[in-house]
């Protein structure tokens, strides 16, 4: 129960892990992304607006869901409604003006309604009116496009998800868990920025561009159009320009940001590692050093965000300034009136928010692009092993086993299994073992399909597995590794998770054939106690009775133990054998060992030594051979009986012997 209690407070750790990986970066910042090595294929290019577009849009425009599709158009006329709305307010500002610089008001105004050229709190009315409109009409727009969006963020969010689950073991093997969350957070973000700032403002200003263009050759001249198109083009080419220059600090900050996320969770699920070896001071250090350069790169990011915000300030500047003079003179020469010049200052006012934002638009877009790039790029990256098309599932009869002159490497130049042939007999135990390194764990990871063989096959009940569906392998297997990892949820979600419609009552009496049905209800919340992160809240021993309990569930045909035992003391030991000397009967068994004390009683014992098989036969007669078998199992012998030694000399004198061992 103490243990139970010292587990509780360790399970609050995962609190601070997800603090560390989401203070690491301003929520105003969106990261420039770093494209994930060693995967070609269908690469996007990298940061383009529109082929990252054209990957989003059936998620935005989805062909099963035609209210969403409606959702879509609907926005549209708002937007365009709620644009045109936006114009006319410089023009209630300039009748304003012209009725109180004249009581008659403008000749036009006068001709067109002249019960308005005289009432300057009307105009002002109908000022405040359109500005209300118009605002309305933008936040309803953006409510009506919300769940088309959001949706895709889901949707996308989700199919990257179980992407990650099809990819290979070799995948997770090669990366780190804290770089893909980031590579996850990242996309997801991005994919809202990117339907956020490109579909609901930046087709917005495009629209705006379009009738400001309109109303400067109908209202005044093209001389005023010249400079707006002057302006507007040196300015986007010095923002693009100054954001290239930007995407070399935004990269570095990003790779500084990802390294200092995978360094805190890294130490983090090493926690206890840290405290063996007294390194928190190391960890902090090397923490720090992730942080400071992450702080360095952020400076530089703050600065040259200042550079490009004061250049496009200026370029706009002029261009306002050159506009107004033009104005000012056609005012002296009769042509205009105060209210135009009102009119032309408001209307490249109401133009300058949403032309500065094209700025930040084009830098976060860019941005944004390059972060779901990244999600993209997990999304085109091939499973390493794949059903082939029309594969059947696979039906176990009997559930015999054989490998056929398997050959195996992880990498060329490293040959793991080299030309393996034998055959577990439906109903049977065979037990693989051998010294370190001769290839026992990689048995079970191609009987899995976590990786194919070079040459050779594997079949069930003469089934190559290499032809079916992993599916349906993988539930006709059942495997109780040596190190087991529980989701950080109930037990009884961790036991349900062997088969999940499972009863309570079918949970309970696994639990019970496990040996671990006493142990759960003497807990304050017996079954619905949580067992933290990664089951830390329990003992190895109970983690592998949950293990177990899990497996009994399932009821595959064919059962692997992956060494099961071997983390364990030899009297947790003992007892974990017994419960899995009753799971195993009357099912086809693989036993990984790398104690033979656990597998004396296999129908046979075959002995891999680099990758071939050395020996083979039932424990007495390879005892008989006095080979390596013979030679591993004496030195584990001598190894127990100078345990034992050392455990009754210490129960006979006390704890003031001390007695050197080495194996």
């Known amino acids: 129960m103490e243990r139970l209690k010292t587990g509780m407070r360790a399970a609050r750790r995962p609190d601070l892990t ?20 060693g995967n070609d294929q269908r690469r996007p290019a990298a940061g383009g607006f529109l082929s990252t577009f054209r990957g989003l849009w059936p998620y935005l425009w989805p062909a099963d869901r035609r209210d969403l599709q409606t959702r879509v158009l609907l926005a549209f006329a708002l937007l365009v409604l709620g644009r045109v709305m936006l114009m006319g307010i410089p023009y209630a500002l300039k009748w304003v003006t012209d009725a109180l610089a004249s009581a008659g008001g403008s000749a036009g105004l006068a001709a067109l309604w002249p019960w308005l050229a005289a009432a300057p709190l009307a105009l002002t009315l109908i000022y405040g009116l359109a500005r209300i409109a118009s605002a309305a009409l933008i936040q309803l727009r ?18 990257t998800f179980a992407h990650l689950h099809r990819l290979s073991l070799r995948f997770h093997l090669e990366r780190k868990t804290g770089g893909l969350t980031r590579v996850l957070e990242r996309g997801r973000n991005g994919i809202e920025e990117m339907v956020r700032l490109g579909l609901n403002q930046l087709v917005p200003v495009i629209v705006e561009m379009a009738l400001l263009i309109a109303i400067l050759l109908w209202q005044f001249e093209w001389r005023y159009v010249v400079i707006l198109v002057a302006m507007v083009a040196v300015y986007m080419l010095f923002t693009v320009k100054a954001t290239e220059w930007r995407i070399a600090i935004r990269r570095s900050m990003n790779e500084s940001d990802s390294e200092a996320n995978t360094k805190a969770i890294d130490s983090l699920l090493n926690f206890e590692t840290v405290k063996y070896f007294s390194a928190e001071r190391r960890e902090t250090e090397r923490y720090d050093k992730s942080v400071e350069r992450y702080e360095r790169n952020s400076v530089k990011a703050y600065q040259s965000l200042a550079f490009l915000n004061f250049g496009q300030a200026i370029i706009f500047s002029i261009g306002l300034m050159l506009s107004m003079a033009l ?12 209210g135009d010049f009102i009119l032309i200052n408001a209307l490249l006012l109401q133009l300058y928010q949403p032309l ?34 029309g594969a059947p599932d696979l039906h176990v009869a009997a559930g015999a086993l054989r490998f056929e ?10 040959p793991i299994l080299k030309g393996v042939s034998f055959e577990v007999p439906a109903g049977r135990t065979v037990a693989i073992v051998g010294p370190s390194g001769a290839g026992k764990s990689t048995v079970s990871r191609l009987l899995f399909r976590f990786y194919e ?6 079949t069930i009940d003469g089934q190559d597995i290499a032809n079916v569906t992993q599916l349906s392998l993988r539930s006709a297997i059942g495997m109780v590794p040596q190190d087991t990892v529980l989701f950080n949820d109930t037990i009884r979600y961790n036991i349900r998770y062997g088969r999940w419609d499972a009863t309570d009552a079918e949970v309970e009496e696994a639990a019970r054939l496990a040996q671990i049905d006493s142990f759960i209800r003497g807990l304050p919340e017996g079954y619905d106690t949580s067992v933290g992160e990664r089951g830390l809240k329990l003992s190895g021993g109970e983690k592998q009775r949950v293990a177990i309990a899990r497996t009994i569930l399932k009821g595959p045909p064919i059962l692997v133990l992956d060494e099961a035992t071997s983390a364990l003391d030899s009297f947790t030991e003992r007892e974990i054998q017994a419960a899995l000397d009753r799971v195993s009967q009357g099912r086809t068994t693989v036993v990984i060992a790398h104690r033979l004390s656990t597998v004396v009683n296999a129908h046979e014992i075959i002995v891999l030594d680099k990758g071939v098989i050395v020996e083979r036969g039932p424990h007495q007669r390879l005892l008989a051979q006095d080979g390596v078998y013979a030679a591993l199992w004496n030195r584990q012998r001598q190894v127990a ?5 050392i455990k ?3 129960d006979e004198e006390g704890p003031s012997v001390r007695v050197s061992l080495t194996a």
């Open 356 to 389: 500065n934002f094209m700025g930040t638009l084009y830098r976060e877009i860019k941005q944004a692009a390059v972060d779901i790039e990244e999600m993209f790029e997990l999304l085109h990256r091939n499973p390493e092993i794949e059903d082939k098309p």
């Open 453 to 458: 063989p070079q040459a050779g096959r594997i």
């Open 327 to 338: 104005c000012v003179q056609a005012i002296r020469a009769g042509r205009n009136t105060v």
């Open 142 to 159: 953006d409510a009506v496009f919300a769940p088309v969006f959001m949706h895709a963020v889901r949707r996308l969010a989700l199919e």
């Open 18 to 37: 997800l603090f560390l990986m989401r203070r690491a970066v301003s929520a105003r910042i969106v990261a420039m992304s770093v494209a994930l090595p």
């Open 648 to 650: 009754r000399a210490k």
């Open 641 to 645: 009986e100078a345990e034992e030694t």
């Open 405 to 414: 002159d398997v050959r195996f490497a992880y990498t060329p130049e490293r």
